[in-house]
């Protein structure tokens, strides 16, 4: 197996990382939910969210991913260009990819749901067990 499949594999439809976005001074990072559904990547959070500002300002983005096997660790790191979804029908289908949905918001339409598409334009994965990482073209 490649190494982009090799790393795209340890992905599930939904996982946590932690998400790094810019707010014009300082990065700042946090825990988020990363949906994945073997072709596109996108989080979600509220419109009013501090980073649902800094994506709109400063779309860019890098997410870490932990990876453990066996008792090592290892990373699998994704960063691009981050775009708000605004299309209705993208936002249902995201929206319905999510498990935890209703538990924040009302419906696909809420203006309180904001979506974002990840374009991922690099990966960098660190195998568990391994010293040294491999950027991956994407």
């Known amino acids: 197996m490649d190494r982009k499949k090799e ?3 340890l992905l599930n439809l939904l996982q946590i990382v932690h998400l790094a976005t810019w707010d ?22 509220g419109s009013k969210d501090a980073k649902a500002r800094q994506l709109a300002r400063y ?4 997410f870490s991913l932990m990876l453990e096997k066996k008792g090592s660790r290892g ?7 981050a775009r708000m979804v605004t299309d209705t029908e993208e936002r249902r289908i995201v929206a319905g990819k999510i498990p935890f949905f209703a538990d924040y918001w009302l419906s696909p339409d809420d203006p309180s ?4 598409e990840l374009l991922v334009d690099s990966l960098e994965h660190t195998r568990p067990g391994e010293i040294d990482s491999r950027s991956i073209a994407v």
Do not use: H, I, N, Q
């Open 113 to 116: 749901f904001c979506p974002f």
């Open 75 to 81: 990373t699998l790191r994704g960063s691009g260009r």
């Open 7 to 9: 790393a795209l594999a």
């Open 59 to 62: 779309p860019v983005f890098e």
């Open 24 to 45: 014009g001074k300082r990065p700042r990072v946090r825990p988020m939910s990363l949906v994945y559904d073997g072709k596109k990547f996108w989080m979600c959070t």
